[in-house]
Structures are given as C-alpha cells and as structure tokens.
C-alpha cells in the first residue's frame, strides 16, 4: 500500500450487516478514511447505508466521500474489510459458522482479485482464522497482506475486565488473549500487566482480585459473545471498533502490536502455516512480523492446544 494523505486514504468495507456498519460508524466518527466504499450483493441496502452515513458528515471530524459501490471501485481501496457472511448463532460456536461463511468468503475473495484489488485484506467473518486462511489461500497474497481481527475484540474485552477489577483506566492494562477467536483461546497471564507491573504479582494484595478471580475474568472474555448473543442477538459495536483500531494502525502506519489472525511462521515451535490470534506489529504494509512472548511451558501448551482445534477444522473445508 502506497503512502498517502488523509483525503486519499480509501476504504472498502464488504458486507453492510450491522458488524460491517457499526465498522463503518466508527471509521466516520473517527475520521479515519478520505473516502468509504461500501459493497454489498443487496445493492438497494449498501444506497441506503451510503445516504445514512453521509447525512452525519456535518457533524463529523473530517470530510470524507461515503458512497456504495461495486467491486470495480476496489482497485482505488488500500484496505478491504471483509465482513460478509452468516451470523452466529445463540449456542452456536463460531466453528460451526465454517461451512456457511467459507464459500462466501471465496467468492468475495475472488471477485476482489478478479477486479484489481491489490491492498490488504482484513478478515472480520467468523470464525475469523479459519476465514483468514480462506481469504489468504484464494486471494494468493503474501500472508502479511492478509489478516483477521483475530482476538483484538477478545484482548480489549479482557483489558475492559481488568480495569474494571483494579478500578484503573482499562488504557493502562497491558494484557492479550491469544489463539483461536472461540473456544480454545487463552490468556497468557504472565505476560500481563498493570501499567509496569505484572499483574500476577498484584493478586492477593488489598482490593486487588486473587488468581481464581483472574481465571473467572478469562472465562467471562471467552463466553462474552454469547452472553450478548443471547441478549440481543448479535455482537457489532465491540468488533466495529476493533476494526477500526487496525485501520488506524494500518493508514497511521503505526507499527502497533496488535492480536491479530496471522501466520505464525514457526514462532513457539507452532506449524508454519498455522494461522490464528497472535501478538504482530501492524502497519502501512500489513503484518511486519510476529512477536514472540516468552509464554511459560502451560501457556505455551495451551496455544499449541488452540492451534490444533483449529487444525482439525480445517478438515472440513
């Protein structure tokens, strides 16, 4: 992706479900973008959003051209979000969600190439690292230029959690969830932190939570989604707002580390091509690289656990 000013920074979310929307109000909130394609197979409902989202650009940041468009526009996007596909379902793991979402993801996928989309590709669909490789595999770029959410919303949950626990500023907790956006993801509490401090070390101390406390936050983060699932129906705001985080790493060219779907490339002596939530250094160009935690022998257990549920997915592509 070629350097650019703010007016020439050009968005293309695919997919205007509440999850691809609440994407998109973020991005105009925040004015991240000079202009905001969006696509969608039902042409009459991507108009409407258009014309919503315009009439709010009075009391927006900056100035930024919101219109619908078709996959002729993606050659001009730096950034396609893809969040087409299905919804979860209440009681639904986001496995399940494979065989609905991989075949649209496909077609997407090849219809972007096939247009001369050429910029990066962040995957938003569930289940999102099964979908990443999809997208990866069909697409035929190079890994960095294609990546998940992953556990970015998972991570943001846990720091969320946390602050409120230690009742600081979630901002200054340092914390991640790793693996697998699902069932199997974990988090590494040794390499978690309040501000400078570690935060197993807190555990015990006057008004801070003790270890199995910190456990009940971690199970709270994974059955979040279902929760809110249950409740109304679907998750949006939170995963809007995660994209639009990476948006901003990406156009800022922040070289942020953030957790995304990624390839693990060999790191913690996973598989090459494993490719799920992973702490990476994001910017202009995609994933620069993976960073490497030094996780302790069980939360490096752990991750290659999450690694082969979802391996044994895969067999049912």
């Known amino acids: 992706m070629q350097a650019c000013c703010d007016d020439q920074r050009t968005l293309a979310i695919i997919g205007t479900g509440m999850v691809g929307m609440s994407c998109a109000y973020a991005v105009l909130n925040q004015g991240l973008a000079g202009k905001l394609l969006l696509l969608d197979l039902n042409e009459q409902k991507a108009q409407g ?3 919503d989202l315009n009439h709010g650009l009075p009391f927006a940041p900056r100035r930024m051209t919101i219109q619908a468009a078709g996959y002729d526009a993606l050659p ?11 919804n979860q379902k209440p009681g639904e793991s986001r496995l399940s969600l494979l065989q609905r979402n991989a075949d649209i993801l496909r ?3 090849r219809r972007a190439v096939e247009a001369g989309f050429t910029g990066l590709f962040l995957v938003a669909t569930n289940p999102v690292d099964l979908m990443t490789r999809v997208v990866l595999e069909e697409s035929g770029f190079a890994a960095g230029r294609v990546f998940g959410s992953g556990t970015t919303l998972d991570s943001a949950r846990l720091r969320y959690l946390l602050g409120e626990s230690f009742r600081v500023d979630p901002r200054n907790v340092h914390a991640y969830v790793m693996g697998e956006h699902g069932e199997s993801e974990f988090v590494p509490w040794s390499q978690a932190l309040l501000a400078t401090r570690p935060i197993l070390s807190l555990c015990g101390q006057p008004g801070a939570p003790d270890r199995p406390a910190l456990e009940a936050i971690s199970r709270q983060v994974r059955d979040s989604a279902q929760v809110i699932i249950r409740a109304k129906g679907s998750t949006y705001y939170g995963v809007g707002m995660a994209l639009s985080r990476i948006i901003r790493a990406v156009f800022d060219d922040e070289q942020s580390v953030l957790t995304l779907s990624t390839h693990a490339g060999g790191a913690y002596g996973l598989r090459p091509d494993d490719l799920l939530g992973l702490p990476c250094l994001i910017g202009r160009q995609g994933v620069r690289r993976t960073l490497t935690l030094a996780l302790t022998p069980d939360e490096r ?7 082969g549920t979802l391996r044994q997915a895969l067999h049912s592509l």
Do not use: F, P, Y
């Not at 001009?76 to 299905?86: F, P, R, S, T």
């Not at 257990?301 to 690694?307: E, V």
């Open 107 to 109: 077609t997407v996928t």
């Open 301 to 307: 257990a752990l991750l290659h656990k999450s690694a």
């Open 49 to 51: 959003e258009a014309m």
């Open 76 to 86: 001009q996007a730096d950034i396609a979000v893809l969040c087409a596909g299905v």
